[in-house]
């Protein structure tokens, strides 16, 4: 699947504006992205998975606090898994129409010129975000995750010991802590002071 998948991105990305659009296999890669995807989640919750599972379900189960596998990259995690979940739902039911009604555009025509191609381009990096999350020798994630409960997470990367660790932080007070701490990290090396507070402001 994944060679497919790259096969058909390399054919894709090869147009330019003005090329003919009779080679261009965009629904093609829509659909592969999308069964990767859905294969990729498979793999790593192993017996947490179920046969009558479907993406959205899928990611709900790799993105929940009892598991904790992968973190999505942007906005809220339940409206996250909505959006991926129409998206996948127009596509491989072949449902253009709702596509254009829920992209509030006029006619199907109109979301496949001005929607398709931008929604394509990005499940193929969210596929690519949750792939760099898990370790390809264990099938667990790089770093574990811990939670700060808000309404809007916000996932923010930052550095120690030149490992990504990945933590979802909303409160102001605490991201500009853990960036004086990076900072401390970065100048110092051993903020030992600094370090015994983590905890506190994580709620560890």
Excluded at 129 to 135: G, K, L, N, S, T
């Amino acid at each position: 699947m994944a060679r497919e998948l790259a096969l058909l991105q390399a054919h894709n990305r090869a147009f330019r504006p003005g090329d003919s659009q009779a080679t261009y296999l965009l629904i093609s890669e829509a659909a592969m992205v999308l069964m990767t995807l859905e294969r990729w989640l498979r793999i790593i919750l192993r017996t947490d998975a179920t046969d009558d599972d479907t993406l959205p379900t899928l990611l709900e189960a790799a993105t929940s606090d009892r598991l904790r596998l992968l973190v999505l990259p942007y906005g809220g995690r339940q409206e996250a898994i909505d959006s991926i979940g129409r998206i996948r739902n127009s596509i491989l039911h072949s449902n253009f129409e709702q596509a254009a009604v829920q992209a509030r555009l006029p006619h199907h025509r109109d979301w496949f010129r001005e929607q398709l191609a931008g929604e394509v381009e990005q499940l193929g990096r969210l596929l690519d975000h949750f792939i760099e999350q898990i370790d390809s020798q264990t099938g667990l994630p790089h770093a574990r995750l811990r939670f700060v409960t808000a309404r809007e997470p916000v996932p923010i990367p930052w550095v120690t010991t030149g490992t990504e660790l990945y933590g979802l932080v909303t409160s102001r007070e605490c991201r500009a802590y853990l960036r004086s701490l990076v900072v401390a990290l970065l100048e110092t090396r051993m903020p030992s002071r600094a370090w015994r507070r983590l905890p506190e402001f994580l709620g560890l």
